[in-house]
Structures are given as C-alpha cells and as structure tokens.
C-alpha cells in the first residue's frame, strides 16, 4: 500500500449532487488534511484533523462537510457544490508531534462540477 | 500573515544544464521550516528537500540544492544537471512550529531534451 491514498481519482457531478472523496493513509501520523488546489493560485488549506479531532476550518462553504472517523481515514461530502469549485482536491498526512513534519500527499481527486 | 511568493511561474532549461527557482517569504517569527515540494503532471506532490531556519548550512539532495538567505527571507532552489524526470511544477512552502503550511502559487518546470 502506498503511503496516502485517495478516491475517486475523477469525478464529475452535477450542482445538486451528493458525493464524497475518501483520503487513506498507511504511514501512522496522526493529522491529516484536506487541501484545494487550483491553476495559479497557491494550495488552500481547508481542513486540518489532529487526532481525529477537528483543529482548523478555513472557513470552507458548508456546502463542503469533512469527516475524520479515525487517524487513519479522511472523507470530504460534497453537496450543492458551485462550478467554481472544480478544482483537484489533495489529502495529505503529516505527523503532528513534533509539528515540523513534513506534509506527504496523496495523488488528488479531481473534481468537475457542471 | 506569512506568504510564500513565487515570482516565475514558468521556467526551461536545457538537460544537464542547472536551473534555480526562486522563492520569498514573509514572516516575524525566528524558527519556521521552508520546503521545496515537486508535483509532476498527473502524480502525486512529493517533498524535494527541507531547510530548519535555525541551520546555517545550506540543505543539499543529491541534485537539488537550496540557497536559504534568512536575513533577505529568500530559500531558492537550484537543480544541477537537469533531467527529464525534473519537469514538474515545484512549489515553496513555509511552516512553523505554530502554524499550518503556506504554499506559494508554483513554478513550471521545462525540461528540454
């Protein structure tokens, strides 16, 4: 098993959709992520899970609900999602403890939404 | 707020030949940790090489490089002899003990045969 894994790798929905990403690490940290990235704009954090508990929320739109059921699972619900939120989706695990560590990222989930 | 700039979006070089890749950063704090991350076309973004600020010694990987000036708050990134496998986008990234990753907008590598 590869270190952070995610699924779908695509997916395209229409705006009144419910869907969900799912993020899976095997690399035993214990802070997971869940980033956008879009062309020319610097990676935008969303969420950040420490411990399966919820530390940050960069005041994402609801529209966009995370779950952390445990260290090493990550799922990103989708619903009534806009275009503008097309964008490729990146999970990414670090170690929390000392919190210097380094981000390791999964492949991304690229989400079209017409 | 810390922010991490990038101010090529894109950059060529020839194979075998060196390249560098800028970029600047903005904080107040003294002890924070600058990354250069590689994302190649379609695959999953890797970590290059890291810098603690508190070391003067510049990091070194292999053929990856950085010249981390702390005064001038500039970490850039030299790749010598250049290979194919290099053309990615690479970004910059900054994190401190107290804060969560900030990342700069990338640079697009070419690699010209």
């Known amino acids: 098993e590869t270190g952070v894994t995610q699924t779908p790798r695509h997916l395209v929905m229409g705006m009144t959709n419910k869907k969900s990403l799912k993020c899976e690490q095997h690399?035993?940290?214990?802070?997971m992520y869940w980033y956008k990235q879009s062309a020319k704009k610097p990676l935008e954090l969303m969420f950040v899970?420490?411990?399966?508990?919820?530390?940050e929320n960069n005041s994402v739109p609801s529209r966009f609900s995370p779950e952390c059921p445990n260290s090493s699972h990550l799922f990103l619900h989708l619903h009534t999602l806009q275009p503008e939120d097309s964008a490729l989706y990146l999970c990414a695990s670090s170690s929390w403890t000392p919190n210097t560590g380094e981000l390791f990222f999964g492949e991304g989930s690229r989400l079209t939404v017409l | 707020a810390q922010t991490v700039t990038q101010s090529q979006p894109e950059m060529s070089v020839q194979e075998a030949e060196t390249v560098t890749l800028s970029c600047t950063y903005d904080?107040?704090?003294?002890?924070?940790?600058l990354f250069w991350y590689k994302q190649p076309p379609s695959r999953q973004m890797i970590l290059v090489i890291r810098?603690?600020?508190?070391?003067?010694q510049n990091a070194t990987e292999n053929r990856f490089s950085v010249n981390f000036q702390k005064a001038a708050k500039s970490f850039s990134l030299k790749i010598s002899d250049s290979q194919l496998g290099d053309a990615a986008m690479y970004f910059c990234?900054?994190?401190?003990?107290?804060?969560?990753?900030?990342f700069g907008t990338g640079t697009s590598l070419t690699v010209i045969p």
């Open positions: 990234a900054y994190r401190s003990a107290r804060t969560q990753f900030y």
């Open positions: 904080t107040s704090e003294s002890d924070y940790y």
């Open positions: 690399l035993g940290h214990n802070a």
């Open positions: 899970y420490n411990f399966k508990e919820q530390t």
């Open positions: 810098q603690e600020a508190y070391k003067q």
